[in-house]
């Protein structure tokens, strides 16, 4: 008896002990930063205001917990979030600096079960000169393939195939469309293979898998989403040094199919873990993102008769100076004017990336503000994109509004970040919007079948996965003189 009540006395105190301390982790960062740090509140102890935070909202929106606390704190304000204190900002000017001051005074910093999932030498983790080593070998296979024949061909003849194979359909799909499509164009690019080969199938089902545990809830216990992503991603792993090997059994040092992956054989300066961890990050950036802004680009189109209309004009008159099934070549691209103000103000308007993970390297002044060091800074992308002080009627689709040279790439249109860790593939995925827009506006009328508008999770997605009514603009057999699918 006088044991049992011992042991529960101390379990007690321990209970009461373990309380208090995570009551004081909790707001005492906010106590030793009262004056200094910006406006703003914790929360509950351990979750803060995540859950709030996370709440989702339509992606063209702020979501009510930024508009609560910008109308309550200003667009910069303390808050605690992901288990850490948080500095959010909604401010153009300090997201710019903070961007722009990547390894000086803020650092990437994405939350552990990230890691967990993409590996420690995925290049959204890694910092300082690994991150260098990696960045720059993507610039350089991005810059080289943009323009190269082959990739321009590979892409548009996947278009084709995609938007053919809607030939006797009435109702699609969407998102599942654009995602077949940039996967297919993405695992050409970097791995070589096309959509039909067994490993392009066993790929793609790990990564649904795989994408499905980077929103889940990180708890490792087999049979959850987050257990599963981390046993999909060994698994991919495993099927890209398959590849590897039979690359190089076959001496694909020769460096003769000119993909990344003939490119990262004959590089001596990183890793094998390195180079698997290169594909993953290749294959995870350029595959979701790119098949939503796709699918943002026809949402809002489909609003936008006036837009759809101007669109329509450009690729009519581009086709109309080519021979008949010619391929799209690179100053094709370059006449795609306001095929790029539609895909700046999808991006501005569906926010596919609502913010980034940094966290202050030291004690950082700004303006009025005070940033504690080792605090997380979480600049957020959409409320400089919803600013309705630097974008007019900011809650339109009006693609026009980027006309004028350097319009998009500004301070106020950050949807591919900014400094160091600016997207290595913004320039891809727009190049493979622009074709699928292409033979899409030249082929199709499309209507959307119901609501069904973009939400973020924060992570974006459309709920119903944006299906279409599909009629097409030539007959069924004026597209097959048109060369659909032929080409
Ligand atoms: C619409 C399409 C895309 C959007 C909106 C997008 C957005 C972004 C953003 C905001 C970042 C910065 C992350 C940060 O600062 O923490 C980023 C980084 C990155 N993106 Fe993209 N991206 C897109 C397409 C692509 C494509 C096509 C690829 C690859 C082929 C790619 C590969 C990467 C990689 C590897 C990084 C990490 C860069 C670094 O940390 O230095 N992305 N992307």
């Known amino acids: 008896m006088m044991v049992g009540s011992g042991f529960l006395h101390t379990a007690l105190v321990g209970l009461i002990g373990l309380f208090l301390g995570l009551v004081l982790d909790h707001f005492l960062p906010l106590v030793l930063n009262l004056r200094s740090a910006p406006r703003g509140s914790f929360g509950w102890p351990l979750v803060g205001e995540t859950l709030r935070f996370l709440r989702p909202h339509a992606s063209n929106t702020l979501g009510s917990f930024l508009e609560e606390h910008c109308s309550r704190y200003g667009k910069v304000f303390k808050s605690h979030l992901f288990c850490t204190p948080t500095i959010v900002s909604c401010d153009q ?3 710019h600096f903070i961007l722009q001051n990547e390894e000086r005074l803020f650092q990437c910093s994405y939350p552990r079960p990230i890691h967990g999932i993409l590996g420690k030498s995925s290049m959204i983790v890694v ?24 990739f321009l061909h590979d892409t548009e003849k996947t ?20 995602r077949k499509f940039t996967f297919s164009v993405i695992v050409k690019q970097v791995l070589g293979l096309s959509p039909d080969e067994p490993q392009t ?18 708890l490792y216990i087999p049979g959850t989403p987050y257990a599963r992503a981390v ?5 991919i792993s495993l099927t890209v040094k398959a590849i590897v090997e039979e690359r190089r059994r076959k001496g694909g040092d020769l460096n003769t199919r000119g993909d990344f992956l003939d490119v990262l054989l004959s590089n001596t300066e990183l890793s094998e873990e390195e180079k698997i961890s290169f594909v993953l990050d290749s294959l995870l950036g350029g595959y979701e993102t790119t098949s939503l802004l796709i699918s943002m680009a026809i949402y809002f189109l489909a609003q936008s008769t006036k837009s759809l209309e101007k669109l329509k004009s450009e690729h009519q008159s581009i086709r109309a100076s080519k021979q008949e099934g010619e391929h799209l070549n690179s100053e094709d691209y370059k006449k795609m004017e306001f095929t790029q103000y539609v895909i700046s103000e ?4 569906g926010n596919i990336v609502k913010f980034v993970h940094r966290k202050a390297l030291k004690d950082v002044r ?13 600049p957020v992308f959409s409320a400089v994109h919803l600013d309705p002080s630097l974008h007019g009627n900011a809650t339109e ?9 350097n319009q998009a790439t500004c301070k106020k249109h950050i949807p591919f970040g900014g400094g160091p860790r600016l997207c290595p593939g913004s320039e891809l995925a727009k190049l493979e919007t622009a074709f699928f827009l292409h033979h899409l506006v030249l082929n199709f009328r499309w209507r959307i079948e119901g609501e069904d508008t973009p939400m973020a999770y924060p992570y974006v997605e459309f709920q119903r996965g944006l299906p279409l009514e599909i009629e097409p603009i030539l007959s069924l057999s004026e597209l097959q003189q048109d060369g659909i699918g032929t080409i």
């Open 397 to 405: 689709f009006q693609p026009s509004r980027w006309e004028g040279p």
């Open 366 to 378: 700004y303006k009025d503000y005070l940033i504690p060091s080792g605090w997380k800074v979480l």
């Open 127 to 150: 910092v300082g000169d690994t991150h260098k080593r990696l960045r720059n070998l993507a610039l350089t296979l991005v810059t080289s393939s943009k323009s190269k024949a082959g």
């Open 231 to 235: 046993q999909a991603r060994a698994r």
């Open 201 to 218: 199938a066993r790929i793609l089902e790990d990564f649904l898998t795989f994408m499905k545990g980077l929103i889940s809830f990180p």
């Open 93 to 95: 000017e300090l997201n």
């Open 159 to 178: 278009a084709l195939h995609i938007i053919a194979s809607w030939r006797d359909k009435k109702r699609v799909l969407f998102c599942e469309e654009a």
């Open 346 to 349: 999808a991006l501005r308007c």
